[in-house]
């Protein structure tokens, strides 16, 4: 059975980190309309075949400086921006926070602010502190790509999501229902996700332990299931989330060996779903912990999918941000 918590899908944490869509940001999936987001999946779908081709590298951000600004770990997000910003002819300069003046207590704004003066265009910040790329977006004038605040929103990872779904769905939305599992409290893509999926008319149930779900999590316009089992049963997809062990106190969970027992994504449990229903999993996997690695490694996961979209999302998301920073200070762009 599946209790509804028939709160309308109103967006959480409205008026604290939601900037409306989004100029040369990129900040959330929050507020981000349908067609807006439609407009991103069609445009990476397109980047995708070009990238399948391996042909020569192209201009689209010829004169673009990017920084990859990762304050947190990252293997993903960060090389597939990077792939996506030169393989479109931008200059990448990775920034690394631990050989850097911030040892000596230079402030993150301060810091940027010398990017920006060295005519910086596009800041890729991810961050441990929800809300950065918000506090930065107002601050500075360069543009801004969240790639995970906190426990707030991945953007990017929710788009390569929503693209993976696109594929597994034949482009329908509407109608589907996915669950995802885990700790939701603690998860950026589950958030991303959650906005994201509501917006294209997606039903989503969530079930996790009841300290890992959010205390708001009936504002997010979702449905909650008592177990793995009714959240699974019926679905057209499913997505594992990774224990966030580092955001979490102490003594949220009982351990490692129960949790993969209640709440694992095993065999038995992807058979309750629809013929041929996906299972996305961000990365990294425990394996053995949220996913059965016969599952990881299944006909049914699109893990590596989810990957090779990473690098087609960003191109399509620095493309459009770059345009509308153009289209700001007056900059005619080639072929845009
Ligand atoms: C996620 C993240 O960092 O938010 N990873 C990713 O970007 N693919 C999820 C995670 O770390 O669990």
């Excluded at 807006?36 to 201009?59: G, N």
């Excluded at 940027?112 to 918000?134: C, K, N, Q, Y």
């Excluded at 969240?146 to 991945?154: R, T």
Aim: aromatic share 4%.
């Amino acid at each position: 059975m599946t209790v509804s918590l028939t709160a309308p899908p109103a967006p959480v944490g409205a008026g604290l980190f939601v900037a409306r869509p989004t100029g040369q940001h990129l900040l959330g999936l929050e507020g981000l309309s349908a067609s807006t987001l439609l407009e991103l999946l069609t445009d990476a779908a397109r980047e995708r075949e070009w990238l399948r081709r391996s042909q020569p590298s192209r201009d689209d951000l010829a004169g673009c400086n990017v920084l990859l600004t990762f304050i947190e770990d990252s293997t993903r997000t960060r090389t597939s921006f990077e792939l996506a910003a030169k393989r479109l002819g931008a200059s990448v300069t990775t920034f690394s926070a631990g050989h850097s003046s911030m040892n000596k207590g230079e402030s993150l704004l301060d810091t940027l602010r010398l990017f920006e003066a060295m005519h910086g265009d596009v800041i890729v910040i991810r961050h441990a502190a929800s809300g950065t790329p918000h506090y930065l977006a107002r601050l500075m004038g360069t543009a801004i790509v969240n790639a995970g605040d906190g426990m707030h929103e991945h953007p990017t990872q929710g788009l390569l999501d929503l693209l993976t779904l696109s594929d597994a769905w034949g482009g329908e939305f509407a109608g589907r229902r996915i669950a995802i599992l885990g700790d939701i409290a603690h998860s950026r893509v589950a958030r991303s996700a959650i906005f994201g999926l509501t917006t294209l008319g997606v039903r989503v149930t969530v079930a996790g332990p009841a300290t890992l779900l959010p205390n708001e999590v009936e504002q997010l316009g979702v449905d909650v299931a008592p177990t793995v089992e009714d959240a699974m049963r019926g679905a057209d997809a499913v997505m594992g989330l990774r224990l966030q062990r580092e955001r979490m106190e102490r003594g949220l969970l009982p351990s490692l060996n129960e949790y993969a027992s209640e709440w694992g994504i095993t065999e038995k449990r992807v058979a309750l779903m629809k013929p041929d229903a996906p299972v996305l999993h961000p990365g990294p996997v425990n394996r053995g912990i949220e996913l059965a690695p016969e599952v990881a490694d299944g006909p049914r996961s699109r893990i590596l999918p989810q990957v090779e979209n990473g690098v087609a999302v960003r191109c399509a998301v620095l493309k459009r941000c770059w345009r509308a920073r153009c289209a700001r200070n007056g900059r005619v762009v080639e072929g845009a």
